[in-house]
């Protein structure tokens, strides 16, 4: 069989269009019972994904014309793509190795977590009504995973140093792959860094971060997809909360007087409220959905006993 005909065997099913396409797809996915919680929550989103990956276009040039005529390698290998992501339950985003966060393009494997942090709509639209996004000089993403808040927060706040740290030097090569590609070398510093360990005399307007805080107890019962993200990204000891407990302790340290503290914690919302009652935390709300972010300001994180009081 030549490679065309082998193309046409497989493409066969797959409409000719682009919306046809995508409705395939979906319902095949819809069908199969898979999860999706990586960075497209239903089976019509990881459906655009996959057929970003099938043609290699850019997501909105795929998605300005819904009519658009597929060849048939792009159907075939559509098709391929739908068996693997029902086969191997591996997120689409890292069959593509392709991800779109605050309105941006990122490269992303398995060495880091599936960019789906709600921070990308603070980021991307609302900006932060604490701070003047043109008075921010230093930030600091702590946790950076592919880079996708470092490089947003580099983005919305244009005058800004950005420095991106992670303990993992694994997630640092894929972020170093997104900070080159956005162009963003000279404003954004990547650091190997347990927590706040490898920082000095850094002082920040600005610190965010979408740290690891799913108990241990809870792992083994989340859905198959997560099994391919890194284990360092997710889990965070027994309560799920060491992460934020380390951030908590030393935030204060280095954030200037009027700056502010701004963490992802997910699902352990109620957690950390019961376990920080004195701190007053303000936690955001989302138009795109999403819960568990809360904002602490430098002067609520002094109230706090000083690491090792
Ligand atoms: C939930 S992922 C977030 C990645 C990225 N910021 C995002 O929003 O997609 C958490 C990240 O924290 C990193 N991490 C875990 N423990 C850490 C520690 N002790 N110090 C620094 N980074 C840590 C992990 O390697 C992972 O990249």
Redesign the pocket.
């Known amino acids: 069989m030549t490679a065309t005909s082998s193309n046409e065997a497989t493409a066969r099913g797959v409409p000719a269009d682009v919306a046809g396409a995508v409705d395939w797809a979906a319902e095949r996915l819809a069908a199969a019972g898979l999860h999706f919680g990586h960075g497209a929550d239903n089976p019509h989103s990881e459906s655009i994904t996959l057929l970003a990956g099938a043609t290699d276009l850019p997501l909105d040039e795929l998605m300005a014309d819904a009519s658009r005529v597929l060849d048939h390698a792009s159907r075939a290998r559509l098709a391929e793509l739908v068996n693997l992501r029902i086969a191997s339950r591996r997120p689409a985003a890292y069959l593509v190795q392709r991800a779109w966060?605050a309105g941006l393009e990122f490269f992303v494997d398995e060495r880091?977590?599936?960019?789906?942090?709600p921070?990308a709509e603070f980021l991307a639209e609302e900006g932060m009504p604490w701070l003047d996004p043109g008075a921010v000089e230093h930030v600091l993403?702590?946790?950076?995973?592919?880079?996708?808040?470092?490089v947003a927060a580099a983005m919305a706040f244009p005058e800004a140093q950005v420095d991106a740290?992670?303990?993992?030097a694994e997630?640092l090569e894929v972020a170093a792959i997104n900070v080159q590609r956005h162009g963003l070398d000279s404003r954004v510093r990547l650091l190997r860094?347990?927590?706040f360990a490898a920082l000095r005399e850094e002082r920040y307007d600005l610190i965010i971060?979408?740290?690891?805080?799913i108990p241990e107890t809870s792992m083994d019962a989340l859905p198959r997809e997560y099994v391919h993200e890194?284990r360092?990204?997710?889990a965070?000891g027994r309560d799920g909360l060491d992460?934020v407990r380390?951030i908590l302790q030393h935030a204060g340290l280095f954030l200037k007087p009027d700056g502010i503290l701004v963490v992802?914690v997910g699902e352990v919302e109620s957690a950390v409220a019961a376990t920080w009652p004195t701190l007053p935390f303000v936690w955001l709300e989302f138009a795109h959905g999403g819960t568990g972010v809360f904002v602490l300001t430098a002067q609520a994180l002094a109230t706090l006993p000083a690491p090792g009081a």
């Open positions: 966060f880091v977590l599936v960019p789906r942090s921070l993403d702590l946790g950076t995973g592919s880079g996708c808040l470092a740290l992670d303990i993992s997630a860094s347990d927590h971060s979408n740290p690891p805080y890194p360092l990204a997710l965070s992460s380390a992802e």
